[in-house]
């Protein structure tokens, strides 16, 4: 609710409270899910959408990536940004 009433950017308010340690997965994810959907999708840089996107074989259990991944390319994803 912090980074809410200061109308703080995405990058800001992720910055700030993975630097405050604790549970950071899960503090990560509220703030991530609340400033991101207060900012909207430009808000999200590039690079980051990207390197997600591109890491995909990376994840934990396969079950974790869709059966549809395809669908979403970085390419096609990216390009909802321009």
């Known amino acids: 609710m912090y980074h809410l009433k200061r109308n703080s ?6 910055k700030d409270i993975l630097k405050r340690g604790g549970d950071t997965c899960a503090n990560g994810a509220i703030v991530g899910g609340l400033v991101g959907a ?3 999708l430009n808000a999200i840089d590039e690079s980051k959408v ?8 990376n ?12 669908k979403y390319s970085p390419g096609k994803v990216v390009s909802r940004f321009k």
């Open 50 to 57: 990207e390197y997600v996107l591109d890491n995909k074989e």
């Open 9 to 14: 950017s995405l990058n800001e308010a992720l």
């Open 38 to 40: 207060a900012c909207g």
């Open 59 to 70: 994840a934990a259990d396969n079950e974790a990536v869709p059966s549809n991944y395809n």
